[in-house]
């Protein structure tokens, strides 16, 4: 375990080293309009006195006179502040107060990382204030904006801050327990990238640095402290609070984010009643809004900028009227728009898993989740999701149902829903369940996967199991078949099958087992 941790810590640090190679870049490479815009680098006291290090860019030639919207944008997890420097420029442009902040922990700020607790929402407003004794800032039209870290504490501060009349979440959170936690399994390779890059670019506090070392050993113990902790760090927790407050509120997420899936974000979405939008794209953590960090052209920041336009500028550019949950298939290239989340794949068919299958565990079938980042991002890029040859699958070690062949093109649209009966022969056990879009020669690729773990149970009695995929766009050819698979060993997670263990299957005639699949209404 420690040597598999130290592996994917090493693989974290290279991930944020290329990262932070391209923030510098935007630095040294700023747009045309750097030059006319005004560019401040200040030191503002955070929460407690803690210096955050922030930079301040005001439109060019703005009047003494006039106020401007003010958008506060805290860093990603273990970027600098220059991170969105060329967004800020545009921002500037478009008449707002810009002021872009070093969470505190991390590079030159002070203070520990707190993982988005209550020092880092009242960093937030202390930043609002002091934009607003400090600049031409509109106390009437204050948002937040942010990717990733940013993302999380953007939210956090609005239900916390009346003063936040719009947020763009951009690759964030609502529910960390529902991220890295999420089928009460450990997302291990998501833990130790987030681990090794704040190691790396930052300073843990006593709490946080206890908190990854108790989701790594798996302490049931210590499992009430680690939700509870996660609880007070979800947006979710405090949705009444936004609700009331009418923030208005954009949610952008990819449909492979290995860090912060959005399952989670579609949960928080129907939960909110103000103004609301919900975008999800092909990709994983924060891959969807990249180009845009560099001043190239992005739809996810240019819908952030619309956002931001009509509900903190009063700009009538019609976002208000369009469909709110826009996606983007992994399939195609063009959007589709629906009135909300429950139309998304509102249309369900279901494949039935018929007898008794018996599996052994601890050993990886072949069947995976894929590779944080890389994945993904061959996906997103070349449509090239992970792949398994479903007739290869040794079936000692992994259970398989399929699908007849479709004669027509299946869109799967939404989150594929496992119910099954389960008798294990320990008390405790992991299971990770794929969804493969299978060709005519048995190549299965990647629809959507999701892990279950179980604790406590009485080994020989058997439960019924209920275990959501992370939700999807993909088109099925024609001709083509949907397998379900089942192992119980997958990098991507920690598993808790003890040596020797075997899980059973069944579909009894009172409880029949099933994979419900979401589909596009046609």
Do not use: C
Request: aromatic share 8%; net charge neutral.
């Amino acid at each position: 375990m420690g040597h598999h941790r130290k592996a994917l810590r090493t693989t974290a640090v290279g991930a944020v080293s290329a990262t932070l190679i391209a923030g510098s870049a935007l630095g040294l490479a700023p747009t045309a309009q750097a030059a006319v815009n005004s560019v401040r680098f200040v030191d503002i006291s955070g929460y407690g006195g803690t210096v955050l290090k922030a930079n301040v860019v005001t439109p060019a030639g703005a009047d003494a006179t006039r106020r401007y919207p003010l958008l506060v944008m805290p860093t990603s997890w273990g970027l600098p502040q220059i991170e969105y420097l060329a967004q800020a420029q545009k921002l500037a442009d478009s008449g707002y107060v810009v002021v872009t902040y070093n969470v505190r922990g991390f590079w030159q700020s002070g203070g520990e990382i707190e993982v988005a607790g209550p020092p880092d929402t009242a960093d937030a407003s202390k930043v609002i204030d002091w934009a607003l004794a400090n600049t031409p800032a509109d106390a009437r039209h204050i948002g937040m904006a942010g990717v990733s870290y940013g993302a999380g504490i953007s939210l956090l501060a609005a239900a916390h801050d009346k003063r936040i009349k719009a947020v763009a979440s951009l690759s964030g959170w609502a529910d960390l327990v529902g991220s890295i936690y999420s089928g009460r399994t450990q997302h291990t390779q998501a833990a130790a990238l987030l681990d090794g890059a704040s190691l790396v670019t930052g300073h843990q506090s006593t709490e946080t640095r206890q908190v990854f070392d108790d989701f790594y050993a798996s302490n049931l113990a210590k499992e009430p402290d680690l939700i509870a902790w996660g609880k007070k760090r979800s947006a979710v927790s405090y949705v009444d609070q936004l609700n009331e407050n009418g923030t208005a509120v954009m949610l952008a997420n990819a449909w492979g984010d290995t860090v912060f899936s959005p399952n989670q974000y579609t949960d928080f979405y129907e939960k909110l009643t103000g103004p609301k939008r919900l975008e999800l794209r092909p990709g994983d953590h924060a891959t969807a809004e990249i180009t845009g960090l560099f001043g190239l052209p992005n739809d996810v920041w240019t819908d952030a900028g619309r956002w931001l336009d009509h509900y903190l500028r009063g700009e009538d550019n019609g976002i208000d009227r369009e469909l709110p949950v826009r996606l983007k298939s992994r399939s195609t290239d063009g959007y589709e728009g629906y009135p909300d989340w429950k139309s998304v794949g509102a249309t369900r068919k279901k494949i039935a898993l018929a007898g008794t299958t018996t599996i052994h565990t601890n050993v990886d079938s072949g069947a995976d989740g894929g590779i944080v980042f890389l994945s993904s991002i061959l996906d997103q890029v070349a449509k090239l999701p992970p792949v398994a040859s479903i007739p290869l699958l040794p079936r000692r070690w992994a259970a398989v149902w399929q699908s007849e062949k479709y004669r027509t093109a299946q869109q799967v649209r939404g989150a594929v829903k496992l119910h099954t009966t389960l008798t294990p022969t320990a008390e405790s056990g992991t299971l990770v369940a794929y969804l493969y879009d299978v060709g005519p020669l048995g190549l299965g690729k990647l629809v959507s996967n999701a892990p279950f773990t179980f604790h406590g149970r009485t080994p020989g009695r058997p439960f019924g199991v209920d275990l959501e995929l992370f939700s999807t766009a993909y088109d099925v050819p024609a001709g083509h078949r949907l397998a379900l698979v089942v192992d119980t060993v997958d990098p991507l997670y920690l598993e808790h099958n003890p040596s020797g263990a075997q899980l059973t299957f069944s579909s009894p005639e009172t409880d029949p087992s099933y994979v419900s699949v979401p589909l596009r209404e046609q």
